[in-house]
């Protein structure tokens, strides 16, 4: 069964650091660029960073760049989003979701989903 699971979620204060992690099961990433995701209460969900396949490109959305960094270790079969200086517009459910090779902000692009880990900035 193919799987993609977030954890690292939690309650931090504004300024704080969170790393949260993606990791698969029943199929490897070797092949697959990797977005991370959130979705904040009443709005849309948006795209935050992506890695692609070869690790060699990644992208930010203009809210975090400069702060969040996006990072993957196939070995492990995970992929990671450090983010630094938290601010509670970062408050949201984080997903990470997986499609070939390259990366894409449209939610309708990705293949696979996991189910999200909740990020809460807030002091």
């Known amino acids: 069964q193919l799987q993609l699971v977030e954890s690292g979620g939690g309650l931090v204060q504004p300024g704080g650091s969170l790393r949260l992690s993606c990791a698969a099961s029943?199929?490897?990433?070797?092949?697959?660029?990797i977005g991370w995701f959130r979705q904040a209460p009443g709005k849309e969900r948006e795209g935050v960073s992506c890695?692609?396949?070869?690790?060699?490109?990644?992208n930010y959305a203009d809210s975090v760049q400069g702060r969040f960094s996006i990072s993957r270790d196939n070995a492990k079969n995970t992929v990671y989003l450090q983010m630094n200086s938290l601010k509670p517009e970062d408050t949201a459910v984080y997903y990470c979701?997986?499609?070939?090779?390259?990366?894409?902000?449209?939610?309708?692009?990705?293949?696979?989903w996991g189910k999200g880990t909740l990020v809460t900035v807030s002091s």
């Open positions: 890695i692609a396949s070869s690790g060699g490109s990644t």
């Open positions: 029943g199929f490897t990433l070797d092949y697959y660029a």
């Open positions: 979701a997986a499609r070939p090779r390259y990366c894409s902000a449209n939610v309708n692009f990705m293949h696979y």
